[in-house]
Antibody, heavy 121, light 107 residues
Framework: EVQLVESGGGLVQPGRSLRLSCAASGFTFDDYAMHWVRQAPGKGLEWVSGISWNSGSIGYADSVKGRFTISRDNAKNSLYLQMNSLRAEDTALYYC??????????????WGQGTMVTVSS | AIQMTQSPSSLSASVGDRVTITCRASQGIRNDLGWYQQKPGKAPKLLIYAASSLQSGVPSRFSGSGSGTDFTLTISSLQPEDFATYYCLQDYNYPFTFGPGTKVDIK
């Protein structure tokens, strides 16, 4: 079964850091680009970051650029999001999503169930 | 960054109705657009990729069209399970951007 399982969310104080993980199974992980998408409570979807199959192409939303870092370990079938200098507006459900192709520019055909990040003092 | 707008922001429709949702990009994005359906408490689901290609397993009542800056998602005959929020996403270049969403509810 094709599956993405996120972990690492939780309650964190403003200014602190958190690292999210996404474990992939059921497909050849290093054949596809991967992305993070978030959704604040009661709000719409916001694309956060994406990474190509070989980490050669990486992109970030303007709202997180310079604070968040995406990475992947193809040997471990895992995607990561290092989040530094967290702000209250980063509070959201964070989804991991698989792209249809190895490179950044394509739709997301598989999604995880998300991990909740709450930034509050 | 490319801005995406959607209209309407919400609509009320009946089972069997034909429903059309539009998405507009602030600059040309070729056909690099996808449509996603999200139900409350669930992860989004891909319906259409490359503006008009139906994702495997998605019912044929869903269709997409458009290229450049203007795109349309059409549901030919609305079914009870189609009541949800629909989002477009441009995957033309980074940063990718979603539209604000269109909520489809029961009239």
């Amino acid at each position: 079964e094709v599956q993405l399982v996120e972990s690492g969310g939780g309650l964190v104080q403003p200014g602190r850091s958190l690292r999210l993980s996404c474990a992939a199974s059921g497909f050849t992980f290093d054949d596809y680009a991967m992305h993070w998408v978030r959704q604040a409570p009661g709000k719409g979807l916001e694309w956060v970051s994406g990474i190509s199959w070989n980490s050669g192409s990486i992109g970030y939303a303007d709202s997180v650029k310079g604070r968040f870092t995406i990475s992947r370990d193809n040997a471990k079938n895992s995607l990561y999001l290092q989040m530094n200098s967290l702000r209250a507006e980063d509070t959201a459900l964070y989804y991991c999503a698989k792209a249809r192709t190895p490179y950044g520019g394509d739709a997301f055909d598989i999604w995880g169930q998300g991990t909740m990040v709450t930034v509050s003092s | 960054a490319i801005q995406m707008t959607q209209s309407p922001s919400s609509l009320s429709a009946s089972v069997g109705d034909r429903v059309t949702i539009t998405c507009r990009a602030s600059q040309g994005i070729r056909n690099d657009l996808g449509w996603y359906q999200q139900k409350p408490g669930k992860a989004p689901k891909l319906l259409i990729y490359a503006a008009s290609s139906l994702q495997s397993g998605v019912p044929s009542r869903f269709s997409g069209s458009g290229s450049g800056t203007d795109f349309t998602l059409t549901i030919s005959s609305l079914q009870p399970e189609d009541f949800a929020t629909y989002y477009c996403l441009q995957d033309y270049n980074y940063p990718f951007t979603f539209g604000p969403g269109t909520k489809v509810d029961i009239k």
